[in-house]
């Protein structure tokens, strides 16, 4: 099993452009998480997903779209990029309480 | 919402000795707590967990104990190794739910 995987490792995007970090997961879990991590600081919930076809906002979803179309698949979309979402992107995934960290995504924005 | 409190925000010890972190969280009904470890440019590894019907766990060198009156848990490692330097993360998990809220880290620093 690849476990959590996640597309691109690093991006620069410029102030108003648009992008799509890509998640997928081959253990067949129905729960999917997307974090983002600022320097020096813990995880902040973005969205999650229970299953296909159910999303929901967590602690930071401003700025931010998923959807969840296939259980295996959990995409994050950023809309008009802001300096304020420069972070490092973890893409989760579990069956029930363990979550499962994809390697991670460094997104610049300037 | 949940809240997690962690301390202390960076850690030293010498090698051999042992390492406390702690951890409070807000919501009672918190029941699932994991720690997590993140060396520099990777993924949060789980390096134990504990549910609230247990009050302690060990796992070779690491230990975890919870006190849900006093809603805190603790992370021990003993006989630390350089191998151990790290950032741990706390977490609790909501009642009836699956997110997690994660604590501000521990940058442990085990010197030789």
């Known amino acids: 099993n690849a476990g959590v995987t996640q597309t691109p490792k690093f991006r620069i995007l410029k102030i108003g452009q648009s992008m799509t970090l890509q998640c997928t997961q081959d253990m067949n879990h129905n729960y999917m998480y997307w974090y983002r991590q600022d320097p020096g600081m813990g995880l902040k919930l973005i969205y999650y997903?229970?299953?296909?076809?159910?999303?929901d906002k967590g602690e930071v979803p401003n700025g931010y779209n998923v959807s969840r179309s296939t259980t295996e698949d959990f995409p994050l979309r950023l809309e008009l990029a802001a300096p304020s979402q420069t972070s490092v992107y973890f893409c989760?995934?579990?069956?029930?309480?363990?979550?499962?960290f994809g390697p991670g995504t460094r997104l610049t924005v300037t | 919402g949940e809240n997690v409190e962690q301390h202390p925000s960076t850690l030293s010890v010498q090698e051999g000795d042992s390492a406390v972190i702690k951890c409070t969280y807000s919501?009672?009904?918190?029941?699932?707590f994991p720690w997590y470890k993140q060396e520099l440019g990777k993924r949060p590894q789980l390096i134990i967990d504990i549910r609230s019907n247990v009050g302690e766990k060990k796992d070779q060198r690491i230990a975890v104990t919870l006190n849900k009156t006093a809603k805190h848990f603790s992370l021990h490692i003993t006989e630390t190794q350089p191998e151990d330097s790290a950032v741990y993360f706390c977490a609790a998990m909501e009642g009836g739910g699956n997110k997690l809220t994660f604590g501000t880290g521990t940058q442990l620093k085990v010197e030789l």
């Open positions: 997903s229970v299953g296909a076809g159910i999303t």
């Open positions: 919501d009672s009904a918190s029941n699932y």
């Open positions: 989760a995934s579990s069956l029930s309480y363990e979550q499962y």
